[in-house]
């Protein structure tokens, strides 16, 4: 039988974690009681928001002078996150096409 380590499982409920609330961020696209710009800024505020809270969170988590596998200086933490939000952003602007293009055909 296999050994978890406490890095392990904690990657897995990270993992987790983004995509439980990727897909109610998708979900609440799709029931959004705002429209257009006002929710875009909304999105984007709040990503964010979430991303500064995830950065301090995974800052507690690894011990000082430890080797990490991702990027090595906060430069290409701050440039990872930024090209990550700005896909996002792409994605919430095709997803709220995709809906005004079904509300104006069922119109």
Do not use: C, N
């Amino acid at each position: 039988m296999k050994e978890y380590t406490v890095k392990d499982l904690l990657q897995t409920a990270l993992w987790a974690g983004a995509l439980g609330s990727l897909s109610g961020f998708v979900v609440g696209l799709l029931v959004a009681p705002f429209e257009g710009e006002k929710m875009r800024r909304s999105i984007s505020y709040r990503l964010e928001q979430w991303g500064g809270d995830v950065l301090r969170f995974s800052g507690r988590l690894q011990t000082p002078g430890a080797a990490t596998d991702g990027p090595g200086t906060s430069e290409a933490l701050v440039a990872d996150a930024e090209e990550r939000a700005e896909r996002i952003r792409a994605d919430i602007d095709a997803i709220l096409g995709r809906m005004r293009e079904r509300e104006t055909s069922s119109s």
